[in-house]
């Protein structure tokens, strides 16, 4: 579509330097087949060219080395005055030109598909997309923003810019402050994807494995209400469904309390956290069909990557009340990785200390 722009059927894992890990990961799975909303990536060059159009890069660069990394307010002074020079500075034609191009068209497409006239008032997620994060051996420190229901090719290009601007969050200033020029320079390339709102009904998350013991012959989902943001920020106490793998076969579930859950804001931009009436708080947000829908879709995404995958999802209702799955996200699942790695770590610690005093005995230096 240009420079600027790819669509989501455009790339795939390997484009991940140009368009960053979300990004390419859904590319990876419109390209497998998998349910997936429409969408497109303002690639990483758009935001290297916004930096090179003016001296923006070198007053990011020296904020960021400037910085007292042990000085709480020295972070916080970083981060506004960065983010004040990338919603400041002005956006080079030609990519703001794309972008409500790319914008448009999508909105143009989903509205002929959904039998609406506002074609400039379709709504879409705009998600950072950094190349640092959502791979196999970590993610990236500084978790920038997404935005929810956004509507209009104005508030998209706004959106877009405050992504940008969600790479100087104080920790993310930290972060890069730390490291060597070259390295810090590569994690503050960023994407982002503009993605058409899943308009869920129910959302949450997938773990190809148990997320409690590594346990590779299980799937667990954690669902609730509204949008996905309560569950992925912790807002609320999900239900929780535990499957095997073989079948897949349904074998325990918790029903939890779900308070309140996120829903379109009733102008129609942006979302509100609000309360879920009694009727709804206590009863499963699943039914037994939709929970094995769940887990044979994430056993295909499992199978298409080879290896256990944290997933996210929403579940939007047809005109017949029929749950549709569409992916938000798919990631590999580094959770139990990790705490596999620290525990072998304490045991080799352990052992190396227990035969460090084994040896000690042996040559009497013990009392």
Same mark, same amino acid.
């Given at each position: ?98 972008? $409500? ?48 229901? &956004?509507?209009?090719?104005?508030? &998209? ?50 773990? !190809? ?90 056993? $295909? ?47 080799? !610690? ?18």
């Amino acid at each position: 579509m240009g420079k600027y722009i790819k669509k989501f059927d455009e790339v795939k894992s390997v484009d991940r330097p140009s368009v960053g890990g979300k990004c390419a990961s859904l590319g990876e799975m419109v390209q497998a087949g998998l349910p997936v909303p429409d969408g497109f990536a303002v690639t990483v060059d758009a935001y290297e060219d916004f930096r090179d159009n003016s001296d923006l890069r070198a007053e990011l660069r020296n904020l960021v080395f400037g910085v007292d990394r042990e000085n709480s307010a020295s972070l916080q002074d970083a981060h506004d005055r960065a983010v004040s020079l990338v919603l400041g500075r002005e956006l080079p034609a030609a990519i703001e030109s794309e972008i $409500r191009e790319a914008y448009l068209a999508l909105a143009k497409d989903a509205a002929g598909r959904r039998g609406i006239d506002d074609a400039d008032r379709v709504p879409v997620a705009v998600r950072s997309s950094s190349v640092d994060e959502d791979g196999d051996a970590a993610s990236f420190a500084g978790q920038q923003e997404t935005y929810l229901w &956004v509507v209009g090719e104005d508030d &998209v290009v706004a959106k877009v810019r405050e992504c940008w601007a969600s790479l100087y969050t104080p920790q993310a200033i930290a972060y890069r402050a730390g490291m060597s020029e070259t390295d810090a320079t590569e994690a503050s390339k960023i994407s982002v994807a503009v993605q058409l709102m899943a308009d869920a009904d129910v959302a949450g998350v997938t773990f !190809t494995v148990s997320p409690r013991t590594g346990d590779r012959s299980v799937i667990a989902i954690n669902a609730s209400w509204g949008l996905g943001q309560s569950v992925v920020s912790g807002e609320v106490t999900p239900d929780e469904f535990w499957l095997t793998k073989i079948g897949p076969t349904l074998t325990n579930s918790r029903i939890a309390t779900k308070g309140h859950e996120y829903v379109p804001a009733p102008d129609g931009s942006g979302v509100l956290f609000r309360e879920v009436e009694e009727a709804r708080r206590d009863i499963p947000c699943l039914s037994d069909a939709e929970v094995l829908q769940l887990a044979e879709i994430s056993l $295909r995404v499992e199978e298409h990557y080879g290896c256990p995958q944290d997933i996210e999802w929403a579940l939007e209702r047809s005109a017949d009340g029929t749950g549709v799955v569409m992916l938000l996200q798919s990631r590999p699942e580094t959770n139990w990785k990790k705490r596999k790695e620290e525990k072998s770590k304490r045991t080799s !610690t352990a052992t190396s200390n227990l035969l460090g005093f084994v040896s000690a005995a042996a040559k009497g230096h013990t009392r």
